[in-house]
């Protein structure tokens, strides 16, 4: 990764491989599917942070980021990972002074593209609003309008992302976030196909090596707008995980979660069998430089 900022010009680029990128640059051609980040921005005033921003940028969407280590737990969510982690496309942000605001507009390629789908001609847009009225509060809406179909068969889809972040102490700290989104049933039609996940995150360290994380979740989408299975009433499912890490050392983290997910559908699989519920033991060892 290599980053540039000086004055009013900043510059990102950085290249990745593995299952990330496997996993969600799958539609992307060529050398497009390595690039994780490549975007410029310039600041438009002198004496306010007003800049504009265009390329390969992380998702405005979500709290959860691609970076492992930044999470509060080990694997991301059922809503962050079936909303962007990425975006393509040009931002104006605004952060006001006193650090409190940061406002920003997008007009974006699509729901995480790069390029957009063949015979797709209509921009998609979004909004990000984050306000910290102190250094223990954050709270934050982010929006998605736009159709990630041919233009033939156009659909829009309509999403908004509400999370808040609570610092409640030194040691402990809460994370609570809900999305939902909307979908046309077909082109031109005025009936939506709905979504919606709810999502909480309580995070417990009781020294600066050692982090406990627990997380309760919820994702219903029952039409398979997002998430796609054999059974006809679509996807509902629980999710519960506990999450420890230890920092090992400044740059080193050893972490593990214990992950269970339940429905009252056969949609997971155990023993090559459909289950109603599906249990993972994950761990890693983070490092970075």
């Not at 490549?38 to 005033?45: D, Q, R, W, Y």
């Not at 809460?174 to 046309?184: K, P, R, S």
Request: proline share 4%; aromatic share 14%.
């Amino acid at each position: 990764k290599a980053a540039y900022q000086k004055g009013s010009v900043r510059a990102n680029l950085a290249l990745a491989a593995g299952t990330y990128m496997n996993a969600n640059y799958a539609a992307e051609p060529g050398v497009l599917k390595n690039i994780y980040e490549a975007n410029a921005g310039i600041k438009i005033s002198k004496r306010k942070e007003l800049w504009i921003d265009l390329g390969i940028m992380p998702s405005h969407i979500g709290f959860e980021s691609a970076i492992g280590k930044d999470c509060e737990t080990l694997t991301r969510s059922i809503l962050a990972d079936n909303s962007p982690y990425f975006e393509t496309g040009a931002k104006v942000s605004y952060s006001s002074d006193n650090g409190h605001w940061f406002i920003s507009g997008l007009v974006l390629n699509g729901w995480q593209r790069i390029q957009r789908p063949d015979g797709n001609n209509t921009p998609a847009f979004g909004h990000q609003v984050t306000f910290k009225p102190n250094s223990a509060i954050t709270l934050n809406s982010s929006s998605f309008i736009g159709n990630d179909k041919p233009d033939s068969a156009k659909q829009m889809r309509y999403f908004h992302n509400f999370y808040g972040i609570f610092q409640l102490s030194d040691k402990f700290g809460i994370t609570a976030g809900f999305d939902i989104g909307a979908e046309q049933k077909a082109k031109g039609s005025d009936d939506y196909n709905t979504w919606y996940a709810p999502i909480v995150i309580a995070a417990f360290s009781p020294t600066p090596k050692h982090n406990i994380a627990a997380r309760a979740e919820y994702y219903c989408d029952k039409k398979f707008v997002i998430i796609a299975t054999d059974s006809p009433n679509g996807f509902k499912a629980w999710g519960y995980s506990l999450n420890y890490d230890f920092l090992i050392l400044d740059n080193v983290m050893w972490r593990i979660e214990g992950r269970r997910f339940s429905s009252k559908e056969q949609i997971f699989t155990k023993d090559t069998k459909p289950s109603n519920n599906n249990f993972v033991l994950t761990t890693s060892l983070a490092i970075s430089f």
